[in-house]
């Protein structure tokens, strides 16, 4: 088997010119945990926010500017500041037992599939991986 056999195609991503309260509620919107981050001029793959990372970012803010600012800081602060912008990425043919023994390796929940432009057709998340084991 291989990424494309297993990713989400077409995944919710978002403009690396978004801010930290768009990303927070783009995943509760949509119900993911993971954020590919795109240049809105290119379309290119930037980086990856995590569910993780925002949550871990938000109470940061919380922490230290207590919950009346709060909003205020999520909403001027921009997701280009806290996402991970060393991100490993997939091709569609790579084979899924190099993939599983990276995830492991790294402990990681997911990662981008992006073409040779490095514009992301796919993700693939440990999710993914439990549901072709099913």
Do not use: W
């Amino acid at each position: 088997m291989k990424v494309c056999d297993i990713m989400t195609p077409s995944p919710v991503c978002i403009s690396h010119e978004a801010s930290l309260k768009d990303a927070h509620q783009l995943m509760q919107s949509r119900n993911v945990r993971h954020l590919p981050v795109i240049s809105e001029q290119t379309g290119q793959l930037m980086g990856m926010l995590t569910h993780k990372k925002m949550i871990a970012s938000v109470l940061s803010m919380l922490n230290k500017y207590g919950q009346g600012a709060l909003d205020r800081k999520e909403r001027y602060t921009p997701i280009a500041d806290i996402m991970d912008t060393q991100v490993q990425k997939l091709g569609l043919d790579e084979p899924l037992t190099i993939v599983v023994q990276y995830f492991i390796d790294n402990k990681l929940g997911c990662l981008p599939v992006v073409d040779e432009q490095n514009k992301v057709l796919g993700i693939v998340t440990s999710s993914d991986f439990v549901s072709a084991y099913y």
